[in-house]
């Protein structure tokens, strides 16, 4: 069985993990998730509440279950959190010496982690829906900024600058997200229902716009022509390679375009509940065979083979909606946070050992049974009875 | 009754939902048809003929389909390889942006003509179906289209129009239609609101799909309640659960 086998092996038993849990810190909603790409260890969460935390997801506590630390919080008692609930919080794609987050308080704010203050804060007119760096770029440091208004702000990080504007939508923009293969290209997609595909170094307007109906104006009716979806689209996902682009929408359908021609590739996922009026985050798995897309859909987090559309499982654990998730790619874990406050990890349920392996695991006695989560632990039932 | 908080249960699977995977020996009463085309030759026996005088030839769903078989990609697929080889039409019937409806070309044909008897548009509809069908497999016409490639005339389109074969789509554009569908068009909006009402209205909002099938229904229903339930199921109102007493249907709150 190859690497890729394996991994898709491990997606197909992931089960709420017994033994992990993620310190609460949130008291509210949690908006976004971000694990930093360097060495998978931190992850960024931000809240309704305003608050961002940072977590540890590595165990050295030397025990088999554990808490992710929060490692620091930009709390409400803060001089610099924001007024209103974090949408996006992105770590920057090189190293965790900082992180971007952006707001329902217009404004987006680059962090330095080290202490916890804002280098450089954007202010934009409306309310800031998405904000995505580019996880490849090296020629430039953009950030696509996705608000209310239908023009897509581009900012610089290196000069602080925001003159490029991408003008091209309709109605405010819910997602924007750059490819992870051309470090030019950028995908945005609108409540006005299009999604459109651009090339920042052009000056004049997008590349292509995704038409769900192939060019055929013959299915369609006037003014869904041209359309990604029958609705606001409010999720964009770029497959690992770049290659494939997965698009959500409030018409409760999700679509995989090819990302080069912009070809609907008519895989049917069946109906994907949306209802978000704000962006979705979903992952897509990578370096299975086959890959993976974990949606959120209510309040459980739904898993569909990428490229056939059949639904495998849906993940229950959240006590209320689920709105965001994230995929480890090394370690093949889900995290997902949701309304309730949690934030849940979701693992590849371990091998149980084999009738053989028993008797020595009896042997290990108090070493064994710490393995147990203290909380599942029998504590009050009594042996005489 | 819309819940705006989930219910424990759910969150802790109390009610151990069994995952999809498990066949149960009640529940499949017939063997899983492989091919596309004769599950769809089983949906077009279901169609009520009787209820229009066999003025309309039999019209079926595309999502009706994907109540039968999993595999939605699939379907889609097969699908379109039966339009490309002109044995299938499809049709966008208007009441939904996704409810699509096949008809067999030559079922179609022969309805058309059988209704064109004695008519003054007779030989223009005849002309559509020898040139357009056979070459085009599109749901609708522009003006262009129709003046430049098929080379028909204003006044024939016009005709067209009168017999049903084309349905205005905004101005300069046509959809491809079977004449005389209005009535199946309402006929199965009433129905499948009835049935669908009748899974609501049950306890818990779900019904073994065997008791269903027995039910009296209203005079609301004037198609065979199997042909509504693989509606409803394929078209995702309703949630097909295996269970050990048969397959139940759950309402769907959206």
Redesign the interface.
């Known amino acids: 069985m190859s690497a890729a086998d394996t991994r898709a092996a491990r997606v197909l038993s992931l089960t709420l993990d017994p033994d992990r849990d993620v310190d609460r810190i949130h008291g509210n909603g949690i908006n976004t998730i971000d694990i930093e790409a360097v060495e998978g260890r931190y992850m960024l969460s931000g809240g309704a509440d305003g608050v961002i935390v940072i977590y540890d997801l590595e165990n050295y506590s030397g025990k088999l279950q554990y808490t992710c630390k929060a490692v620091c919080t930009v709390g409400r008692s803060s001089r610099h959190v924001h007024k209103f609930s974090v949408e996006t919080v992105q770590w920057y794609p090189f190293d965790t010496g900082m992180f971007v987050s952006s707001s329902f308080d217009k404004t987006m704010k680059v962090w330095d982690t080290e202490t916890l203050k804002p280098a450089e804060v954007f202010q934009f007119e409306g309310n800031v829906y998405s904000h995505h760096l580019s996880p490849i770029a090296r020629k430039h440091s953009l950030v696509a900024v996705g608000t209310n208004n239908p023009k897509i702000q581009l900012c610089d990080l290196k000069s602080g600058s925001r003159i490029h504007v991408l003008q091209g939508h309709r109605a405010e923009v819910l997602s924007v997200r750059w490819s992870p293969r051309y470090e030019h290209i950028l995908a945005t997609a609108s409540a006005d229902s299009k999604v459109n595909v651009w090339d920042v170094r052009r000056a004049s307007g997008s590349l292509f716009t995704l038409d769900q109906h192939n060019g055929e104006k013959s299915k369609a009716s006037a003014e869904a022509v041209n359309t990604a979806h029958n609705g606001r689209v409010n999720g964009l996902c770029f497959t690992s390679d770049g290659l494939y682009l997965l698009t959500t929408g409030t018409d409760d359908r999700m679509r995989l375009w090819n990302s080069a021609s912009g070809e609907n590739t008519l895989v049917n996922y069946g109906k994907v509940c949306n209802e978000s009026r704000k962006k979705l985050q979903f992952a897509v798995s990578r370096g299975c065979s086959p890959d993976f897309v974990f949606v959120p859909c209510g309040s459980s987090v739904a898993v569909y083979a990428l490229h056939t559309g059949e639904l495998v499982t849906m993940l229950r654990g959240h006590y209320n909606n689920v709105d965001c998730c994230e995929f480890h790619q090394d370690h093949q874990e889900l995290y997902s946070g949701g309304k309730d406050s949690n934030i849940l990890a979701w693992v590849p349920v371990l091998r149980t050992a084999d009738v053989e392996d028993e008797s020595n695991n009896d042997n290990k006695g108090a070493a064994g049974l710490s393995a147990v989560n203290p909380a599942f632990q029998d504590a009050w039932s009594s042996d005489e009875d | 009754m819309n819940r705006k908080?989930?219910l424990?249960s759910?969150?802790f699977?109390l009610k151990k939902r069994r995952?999809g995977s498990e066949k149960f020996g009640a529940g499949n009463d017939k063997d899983e048809p492989k091919d596309i085309k004769s599950t769809l030759e089983y949906l077009m026996t279901l169609f009520p003929r009787k209820l229009f005088n066999d003025t309309l030839p039999q019209v079926v769903l595309k999502h009706q389909l994907?109540s039968i078989h999993?595999?939605?990609?699939l379907?889609?697929k097969e699908v379109n390889k039966l339009r490309e080889c002109g044995e299938l039409l499809m049709f966008?019937l208007g009441f939904d942006?996704?409810a699509f409806g096949l008809v067999f070309t030559s079922d179609y044909k022969t309805k058309v003509l059988a209704g064109e008897e004695g008519k003054g548009t007779r030989t223009t509809v005849e002309k559509f179906l020898e040139k357009v069908l056979p070459s085009c497999t599109?749901?609708?016409?522009?003006k262009d289209k129709m003046l430049k490639v098929f080379l028909f005339t204003d006044s024939e389109i016009t005709q067209l129009v009168k017999s049903g074969v084309l349905t205005v789509?905004?101005a300069g554009?046509w959809w491809l239609s079977i004449p005389n569908s209005g009535k199946f068009t309402k006929y199965f909006i009433q129905g499948r609101k009835a049935v669908l009402g009748m899974v609501r209205k049950s306890k818990y909002g779900e019904v073994l799909q065997a008791d269903l099938e027995e039910r009296r229904t209203t005079s609301q229903v004037k198609f065979p309640l199997r042909y509504h339930v693989h509606d409803i199921v394929g078209a995702?109102l309703v949630e097909s659960i295996p269970t050990t007493s048969g397959t139940l249907l759950r309402f769907v709150d959206?």
């Not at chain 2, 599109?138 to 522009?142: A, R, T, Y």
């Open positions: 908080r989930a424990i759910d969150t699977n995952k994907y999993n595999d939605k990609t379907v889609d966008q942006s996704e599109d749901l609708s016409f522009s789509r905004e554009s995702e959206s």
